[in-house]
């Protein structure tokens, strides 16, 4: 998406979906091959998003890529390809705003906000139990799920196997 169609979409209060493992996955193919080094940069520019007020969610494109929150939350944040380069650092968020992104932004963005996206008297008790703190960790993609609620019930723990 190009900077100039932001704030047109804001303005026709649109919203987006970013797909930021992209610039894992494919990031070194963009910039070596396809788009080049200014435009690869561009890519799922969550920042810039931000800036004009333009709401969005982060998605996986699975199958394309597997299903893995942690890896999105890590590639929203650092925007690092497979082979360790940084596409536009500009244009990360923090883990708190993808976060957002991940839970009451994409129930919003589904119209689903007035029973999901958080924790709260009324919504359905959906959530995950994680080994590590997504805010603090050092390396995000090094936090399993522990356990999974939904609908108020346990319905997985790592633990029953054991």
């Given at each position: 998406?190009?900077?100039?169609?932001?704030?047109?979409?804001?303005?026709?209060?649109?919203?987006?979906?970013?797909?930021?493992?992209?610039?894992?996955?494919?990031?070194?193919?963009?910039?070596?091959?396809v788009l080049g080094e200014e435009r690869a940069e561009r890519i799922s520019p969550l920042a810039?998003?931000?800036?004009?007020?333009?709401?969005?969610?982060?998605?996986?494109?699975?199958?394309?890529?597997?299903?893995?929150?942690?890896?999105?939350?890590?590639?929203?944040?650092?925007?690092?390809?497979?082979?360790?380069?940084?596409?536009?650092?500009?244009?990360?968020?923090?883990?708190?705003?993808?976060?957002?992104?991940?839970?009451?932004?994409?129930?919003?963005?589904?119209?689903?906000?007035?029973?999901?996206?958080?924790?709260?008297?009324?919504?359905?008790?959906?959530?995950?139990?994680?080994?590590?703190?997504?805010?603090?960790?050092?390396?995000?993609?090094?936090?399993?799920?522990?356990?999974?609620?939904?609908?108020?019930?346990?319905?997985?723990?790592?633990?029953?196997?054991?």
């Open positions: 998406i190009r900077e100039d169609q932001l704030p047109r979409l804001q303005r026709l209060g649109a919203s987006v979906t970013f797909f930021p493992t992209h610039t894992y996955f494919w990031g070194d193919w963009y910039r070596e091959t810039l998003a931000d800036s004009y007020q333009l709401p969005y969610s982060l998605h996986s494109d699975a199958p394309v890529t597997p299903v893995n929150p942690m890896q999105i939350l890590w590639s929203a944040t650092r925007r690092e390809t497979l082979s360790g380069h940084v596409l536009g650092v500009d244009r990360t968020v923090n883990r708190k705003r993808a976060l957002r992104a991940m839970t009451l932004d994409a129930a919003w963005q589904n119209a689903l906000e007035d029973d999901r996206g958080s924790l709260e008297v009324g919504k359905f008790a959906d959530f995950v139990v994680l080994s590590g703190d997504p805010l603090t960790e050092p390396d995000v993609r090094d936090i399993s799920v522990e356990r999974v609620w939904i609908d108020g019930r346990e319905e997985f723990s790592a633990d029953a196997g054991k």
